[in-house]
């Protein structure tokens, strides 16, 4: 579908901002829907944001209000930008794509292109 290739990771203290990035090459579709998850050792994979081919987004719960997810189509890029961190955001964060003219729900099921994932760890 999408070759993705996740970037951005690293070790900040609470309070601190992240920058996540997601390069999507090799399409197959024109339009999809794209998302960032996140697994913590012994969690399952949960949705963190997801943006459709036509802006929209939606977010979970737990990040909404310090989260943004962003897409630059010119570079073919997917952002996510995150403030005010918290011990319990660290994970593994992956990006996600799906053929989709329409904003997708924030279930791994719905994504079918996933990157390599890069480590998020927030120490208190």
């Known amino acids: 579908l999408v070759k993705l290739v996740d970037s951005g990771g690293g070790s900040v203290q609470a309070g601190g901002s992240l920058r996540l990035s997601c390069v999507a090459s090799?399409?197959?579709?024109?339009?999809?829907?794209m998302a960032w998850f996140r697994q913590a050792p012994g969690k399952e994979r949960e949705g963190v944001a997801a943006i459709g081919d036509d802006g929209k987004t939606t977010y979970a719960g737990s990040v909404k209000g310090r989260f943004t997810v962003s897409k630059d189509n010119g570079k073919n890029t997917l952002y996510l930008q995150m403030d005010n961190l918290k011990p319990e955001d660290t994970a593994m964060y992956y990006c996600a794509a799906q053929p989709a003219q329409w904003l997708l729900p924030l279930r791994p099921d719905e994504f079918g292109s996933w990157g390599r994932g890069t480590q998020v760890t927030v120490s208190s």
């Open positions: 090799e399409f197959t579709y024109s339009k999809y829907g």
